[in-house]
């Protein structure tokens, strides 16, 4: 039934603001949702997404040969993506909008040493732009010689009940072998479909296709449906690794579904299985947090949201956007710019060109933000 998850006070607020979806395209961040669908949780967060399974992480740098690396790239991807695109359903009963970070926010944390990681995983998010909302990340696990790059913005649109969501921005991820030679995976992002909005229950489905193209040639293309296509089932996905030009050798064909188990046709063994417990980031304790660090700045908010004090999360939020405001009129009159922190931006990538032009990337050329070597020793 229509609004069947909604609070029968704010029933009305979710009509308006499903019909103010209507034909909109842009910045949805920015738009004001009835107090239900708040996520106590900033955007600066979800690049942590990237590595709750950090021992998926490590192991790209274990594979014995490009084939071998080119798969483990694969594994971990696909394994990031129940956390990514499920975890809100998971602990919050449906996807929530995410707490619009603000420029030059920060999200530092680690995930500690293990005998399989060879050392600490680390974890840097700066807020680089506000308008429109862009999150830049850096993963690292030196022991390993396993960084991981990116950034991430989005494009949003409406069409047949559903919100399409467009991810603009890519992601790197560089290996130092111990040869000294260094190969590069260019991630491209899957295309999101947010369904379940008239019930008031959204949550997510990924569509279309994206690709992983290494420096070595090989090359994943993942295709990702909804019910009722490969396997009549949600989150399902489909997987061709193909070998470059001078490898004679068939492509390894993986199916199953992202949020569980997937499976090699070349062999028939399990290829991913995300049905164990993952691990999340350690953050500082917000006390130690610097002024500028995403629970600090959000604490107000977060905790009116999770106590279902919207009047006092409103009034911390709308203090937060108004010395927001200040700020940038300050900005203008002493005809200063904000300075980024950890990164520094680049008009065009070049191992996006260099790696995009091999599985001919549509847009040819995307910027990028590189890593400043900066971060906390966390
Ligand atoms: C679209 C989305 C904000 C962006 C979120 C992204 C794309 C961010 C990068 C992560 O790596 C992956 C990711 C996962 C999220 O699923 C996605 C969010 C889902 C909802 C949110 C909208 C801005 C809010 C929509 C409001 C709805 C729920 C009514």
Same mark, same amino acid.
């Given at each position: 039934?229509?609004?069947?998850?909604?609070?029968?006070?704010?029933?009305?607020?979710?009509?308006?603001?499903?019909?103010?979806?209507?034909?909109?395209?842009?910045?949805?961040?920015?738009?004001?949702?009835?107090?239900?669908?708040?996520?106590?949780?900033?955007?600066?967060?979800?690049?942590?997404?990237?590595?709750?399974?950090?021992?998926?992480?490590?192991?790209?740098?274990?594979?014995?040969?490009?084939?071998?690396?080119?798969?483990?790239?694969?594994?971990?991807?696909?394994?990031?993506?129940?956390?990514?695109?499920?975890?809100?359903?998971?602990?919050?009963?449906?996807?929530?909008?995410?707490?619009?970070?603000?420029?030059?926010?920060?999200?530092?944390?680690?995930?500690?040493?293990?005998?399989?990681?060879?050392?600490?995983?680390?974890?840097?998010?700066?807020?680089?732009?506000?308008?429109?909302?862009? &999150?830049?990340?850096?993963?690292?696990?030196?022991?390993?010689?396993?960084?991981?790059?990116?950034?991430?913005?989005?494009?949003?649109?409406?069409?047949?009940?559903?919100?399409?969501?467009?991810?603009?921005?890519?992601?790197?991820?560089?290996?130092?072998?111990?040869?000294?030679?260094?190969?590069?995976?260019?991630?491209?992002?899957?295309?999101?479909?947010?369904?379940?909005?008239?019930?008031?229950?959204?949550?997510?489905?990924?569509?279309?296709?994206?690709?992983?193209?290494?420096?070595?040639?090989?090359?994943?293309?993942?295709?990702?449906?909804?019910?009722?296509?490969?396997?009549? &089932?949600?989150?399902?996905?489909?997987?061709?690794?193909?070998?470059?030009?001078?490898?004679?050798?068939?492509?390894?064909?993986?199916?199953?579904?992202?949020?569980?188990?997937?499976?090699?046709?070349?062999?028939?063994? &399990?290829?991913?299985?995300?049905?164990?417990?993952?691990?999340?980031?350690?953050?500082?304790?917000?006390?130690?947090?610097?002024?500028?660090?995403?629970?600090?700045?959000?604490?107000?908010?977060?905790?009116?949201?999770?106590?279902?004090?919207?009047?006092?999360?409103?009034?911390?939020?709308?203090?937060?956007?108004?010395?927001?405001?200040?700020?940038?009129?300050?900005? &203008?009159?002493?005809?200063?710019?904000?300075?980024?922190?950890?990164?520094?931006?680049?008009?065009?990538?070049?191992?996006?060109?260099?790696?995009?032009?091999?599985?001919?990337?549509?847009?040819?050329?995307?910027?990028?933000?590189?890593?400043?070597?900066?971060?906390?020793?966390?």
């Amino acid at each position: 039934q229509a609004g069947e998850a909604v609070p029968a006070a704010q029933k009305s607020s979710w009509t308006s603001f499903l019909k103010s979806l209507a034909g909109f395209t842009g910045d949805l961040s920015a738009m004001t949702a009835p107090p239900f669908i708040l996520s106590p949780t900033s955007l600066t967060e979800f690049p942590a997404y990237w590595c709750e399974r950090p021992e998926l992480f490590a192991m790209i740098a274990d594979g014995k040969n490009e084939q071998q690396r080119a798969l483990a790239v694969l594994r971990w991807f696909i394994s990031t993506l129940k956390g990514q695109y499920t975890s809100r359903n998971e602990s919050m009963g449906s996807e929530k909008k995410p707490l619009n970070p603000v420029l030059g926010e920060l999200f530092y944390g680690f995930w500690p040493e293990t005998k399989e990681r060879g050392g600490k995983t680390t974890l840097v998010v700066e807020q680089v732009s506000h308008h429109p909302p862009i &999150t830049a990340y850096r993963i690292a696990n030196d022991a390993k010689g396993i960084v991981l790059t990116g950034h991430n913005a989005q494009k949003t649109s409406f069409s047949a009940g559903s919100i399409i969501v467009k991810q603009v921005g890519h992601a790197v991820l560089t290996i130092s072998l111990p040869s000294g030679n260094q190969e590069e995976y260019l991630i491209t992002l899957p295309r999101l479909r947010i369904d379940g909005l008239w019930y008031g229950s959204p949550y997510i489905e990924l569509v279309e296709t994206s690709y992983i193209q290494s420096s070595t040639g090989w090359l994943s293309t993942i295709e990702y449906k909804g019910k009722g296509y490969f396997s009549g &089932t949600s989150h399902s996905f489909k997987a061709t690794v193909t070998p470059p030009a001078h490898v004679s050798q068939s492509p390894h064909v993986i199916q199953g579904t992202w949020h569980t188990t997937s499976t090699d046709r070349q062999n028939g063994a &399990t290829f991913h299985d995300v049905t164990t417990p993952k691990e999340e980031v350690i953050v500082a304790p917000i006390a130690e947090q610097a002024e500028w660090e995403s629970r600090r700045l959000w604490h107000g908010v977060a905790k009116g949201i999770r106590e279902g004090d919207f009047e006092s999360a409103s009034k911390e939020k709308t203090r937060i956007e108004n010395e927001q405001r200040q700020r940038r009129r300050d900005e &203008t009159a002493a005809g200063t710019k904000w300075e980024l922190k950890h990164f520094e931006h680049i008009d065009n990538c070049p191992t996006y060109e260099r790696l995009g032009k091999l599985f001919s990337a549509n847009p040819p050329t995307e910027d990028a933000y590189v890593y400043l070597n900066n971060g906390p020793s966390v």
